[in-house]
Nanobody, 118 residues
Framework: QVQLVESGGGLVQPGGSLRLSCAASRSIFSSYDMGWYRQAPGKERELVAK???????DYGDSVKGPITISRDNAKNTVYLKMNSMNPKDKAVYYC????????????WGQGTQVPVSS
């Protein structure tokens, strides 16, 4: 497994932008598919965005605004940028990693709170 540490969470105003980073404890190049998930109060955890080892991306059906997921394998880091945030985007955001060689090896970050209010 890989250890993950999120950063960049905090209060975001409606219409503002969110920028999150997730640093991995080991190399993620050609080893881990990465993703961002979120969980709002009273709701199930849902996919925000994911990116494979070769850079293929996918975004959650619940995400409506502009969003970008990217990775820097040299820095063992995955990023998430969301623009035009609204109160419905308020949630705890989690970084996720899945080994491409051992699919049972999955890791979650500790989560970072993202309140959205004026």
């Amino acid at each position: 497994q890989v250890q993950l540490v999120e950063s960049g969470g905090g209060l975001v105003q409606p219409g503002g932008s969110l920028r999150l980073s997730c640093a991995a404890s080991r190399s993620i190049f050609s080893s881990y598919d990465m993703g961002w998930y979120r969980q709002a109060p009273g709701k199930e955890r849902e996919l925000v965005a994911k990116i494979t080892t070769v850079g293929r991306t996918d975004y959650g059906d619940s995400v409506k605004g502009p969003i970008t997921i990217s990775r820097d394998n040299a820095k063992n880091t995955v990023y998430l940028k969301m623009n035009s945030m609204n109160p419905k985007d308020k949630a705890v955001y989690y970084c996720h990693a899945t080994s491409v060689y051992k699919r049972r090896n999955k890791s979650w970050g500790q989560g970072t709170q993202v309140p959205v209010s004026s």
